[in-house]
């Protein structure tokens, strides 16, 4: 079962955790997603008590979050040292009320990702457009189960998995004939050229007879570019306000200046990437009426005389009339119907 995208590529602005639990951030960067020419926003949603074994052992969280995207401090934690989960950068079931109806009004798809069992319910209940499985738990077999068996259009992240793996993720979501589409991905932030690896995507579409998308950590336009030309049917990026904002993901993340020329390239791609017929186009016409050259007798020729490299060339006439050039080994080895002077452009019934 395919899930039905209104663009290509459907591109979907990963807003994630970079508002950083605050839901004034949160609507500002849906209204600069729009803005921006994204199809959907997107984001996470956590329950701490389902996800953790035992709460007690859950660190405390550390590290400043930035406030705006001009409350910007000297020091910042690495990536990789914060807490797993950050409960200060979940957001209530208030707030998003307030981000359903936000995207209703502007007219932008919602999209959320649920790390447990409760969360996709909530989700549900909120009827967002689709569900997406983080790459962690594209081979969570159970959790898989579990989300599939909802029957809901689901988008599944495929960083850290193998091939085999990716396949019993299918044929779960094909077992409860659920809408879903591959993503291929790179679970590093930000994720290097010499990672991404886009060559997967046409492999992954051969192996799972579908179509596949892309998700992008890297700090440019490269990754998701390439994905393009790939044909990926979807595109997810991080964005941010600014990357120098204090947070898990700022730093893998596009601003929105970034982000907008993203899509506008990848749209242009689609475009530019055309068909692969190599026709003579009408766009084509003025430079060649311009350029082309015709055949003309370079020398006296005789009725009857055969036709040889000798006795003809092309050149520029300035006229429409004429023989083209692509008909050379046409008219080699036949014979002039007339006697004909030097410099006379050629036409068809001037040879027999």
């Known amino acids: 079962m395919k899930i039905s995208l209104k663009n290509t590529p459907y591109i979907i602005a990963e807003i994630g955790i970079n508002h950083n639990g605050y839901l004034n951030l949160a609507k500002k960067m849906i209204i600069a997603s729009k803005k921006a020419g994204a199809d959907a926003v997107k984001f996470q949603m ?36 914060w807490v797993y989960p950050d409960q200060r950068l979940e957001l209530s079931q208030k707030d998003y009320n307030e981000i359903k109806k936000l995207t209703k009004k502007i007219k932008i798809d919602l999209v959320i990702t649920p790390w447990d069992e409760l969360s996709v319910d909530r989700i549900l209940k909120m009827r967002v457009k689709f569900l997406k499985i983080a790459s962690i738990d594209a081979n969570n077999f159970q959790f898989c189960d579990y989300i599939a068996k909802k029957r809901y259009p689901t988008i599944i992240s495929t960083g850290m998995c193998t091939y085999n793996e990716i396949l019993t993720t299918q ?19 930000p994720s290097e ?18 179509d596949v998308g892309f998700s992008g950590h890297g700090t440019d ?95 520029l006439i300035y006229s429409s009339k004429g023989i083209l050039p692509k008909y050379y080994f046409k008219i080699l080895g036949k014979k002039f119907s007339k006697d004909l002077k030097i410099g006379r452009v050629l036409n068809f019934s001037d040879i027999k």
């Open 46 to 81: 956590r329950n701490v008590n389902e996800m953790v074994n035992l709460k007690k052992d859950l660190g405390k969280s550390t590290g400043y979050l930035s406030k705006d995207e001009n409350d910007i401090k000297k020091t910042k934690k690495k990536f990789g040292s």
């Open 171 to 189: 044929k779960i979501f094909k077992k409860y004939k659920t809408p879903h589409i591959f993503l291929h991905c790179t679970s590093a932030y």
């Open 193 to 210: 050229d010499k990672d991404k690896n886009l060559n997967c995507i046409p492999e992954l579409r051969k192996k799972l007879k579908d």
């Open 221 to 315: 336009l490269i990754g998701a570019v390439g994905a393009t030309m790939f044909n990926a049917k979807i595109i997810e990026k991080h964005v941010t306000l600014n990357k120098n904002m204090h947070g898990p993901d700022h730093a893998a993340s596009l601003e929105f200046k970034e982000f907008k020329r993203m899509i506008d390239v990848c749209r242009r791609l689609i475009i530019a990437r055309g068909n692969s017929k190599k026709n003579f186009l009408n766009s084509e016409k003025t430079l060649h009426n311009i350029l082309i050259r015709k055949f003309v007798t370079i020398k006296k020729v005789k009725k009857n005389e055969k036709i040889t490299s000798k006795h003809i060339n092309t050149k």
